[in-house]
């Protein structure tokens, strides 16, 4: 039976660091203060506010919450934006994604001062993920992917690892942070031939697909751990999956992130952590 690498435990220890950095912070006069853009109100995007907000309070940041109509123009946006990028009271600020079709998703991001960008929607972000160097911050999720093997104890340093999907949110970032981690990675994706044979010997699987239960027995090995990403409801079953074929898969690998309980779990910590990450900096 596998180990069960649940969250709620990567978490809580994150929530330490930061209460501690928080008092110091305030010490010095700097409330952490995170800033939440969302624009109409997606069921999703309300869900993960909620869970955001609660972290935040947790530990004592203060969360901003900025909400603009589902009709909003580009003009209004642009300039929204900005006044976040002034406001010296804010250093973090979350702007959910996908926006409105009305929108240029693209210009917004950029907009976005790097410094406060927690979440990586900018270039600036991403390019110092692949090159360590400059502002900005790792996506939360493929750093909660991080916080997970690091706090379990898993080795990451000479060991192989596989990582199904190639986005910028998870699969090309977690692929350069185990990489910078000294693994050696390989990125399987949709064109991938035979994924199995590429997976089934790799020390660590990181798995996000994006599409729910595709990933069984087959890809997998004994010893290994694997990192389950993905998320959605199965109807079927009436319950929330990720993208491993868990009862399948869990019998044979070493360690597994449960779904729900693994890595969502801890992307709202990660997210918390940058924000005072972000506030330190302002503090000195």
Same mark, same amino acid.
């Given at each position: ?11 809580? /220890? ?20 995170? /800033? ?13 506010? &909620? ?45 959910? &994604? ?16 790097? /410094? ?75 064109? @991938? ?63 597994? @992130? ?27």
């Amino acid at each position: 039976m596998a180990e069960l690498l649940k969250g709620a435990p990567v978490a809580e /220890a994150i929530a330490e660091r930061c209460k501690a950095d928080v008092e110091a912070c305030q010490a010095k006069g700097v409330n952490p203060t995170l /800033a939440i853009l969302r624009v109409g109100e997606r069921d999703d995007d309300l869900s993960y506010e &909620r869970g955001a907000t609660k972290r935040c309070e947790a530990v004592g940041v203060a969360v901003k919450n900025v909400v603009l109509p589902a009709d909003v123009d580009q003009a209004t946006m642009m300039a929204t934006i900005e006044d976040l990028n002034n406001d010296a009271g804010v250093h973090g600020v979350l702007m959910f &994604r996908p926006l409105p079709e009305q929108l240029d998703e693209a210009a917004c991001c950029e907009a976005l001062a790097a /410094a406060k960008d927690v979440d990586a929607a900018t270039t600036a972000s991403l390019a110092h993920v692949f090159t360590g160097k400059g502002e900005g911050y790792a996506p939360c999720t493929a750093q909660a992917c991080m916080e997970i093997l690091q706090h379990y104890g898993i080795e990451t340093a000479g060991k192989r690892a596989a990582v199904i999907g190639r986005s910028l949110v998870i699969g090309k970032p977690v692929s350069m942070m185990l990489m910078a981690a000294n693994a050696t990675v390989t990125t399987c994706h949709t064109k @991938t031939v035979d994924m199995p044979s590429i997976t089934s010997e790799a020390d660590i699987v990181v798995v996000a697909a994006g599409r729910m239960e595709t990933i069984g027995a087959e890809y997998f090995k004994a010893g290994q751990t694997v990192i389950d990403v993905g998320i959605g409801w199965n109807e079927e079953k009436g319950k929330l999956c990720g993208d491993v074929i868990f009862d399948d898969v869990e019998p044979i690998v070493n360690a597994i @992130t449960p779904v729900p309980g693994g890595v969502g779990s801890v992307t709202t910590a990660v997210l918390v952590s940058h924000v005072v990450e972000a506030a330190k900096l302002v503090a000195g």
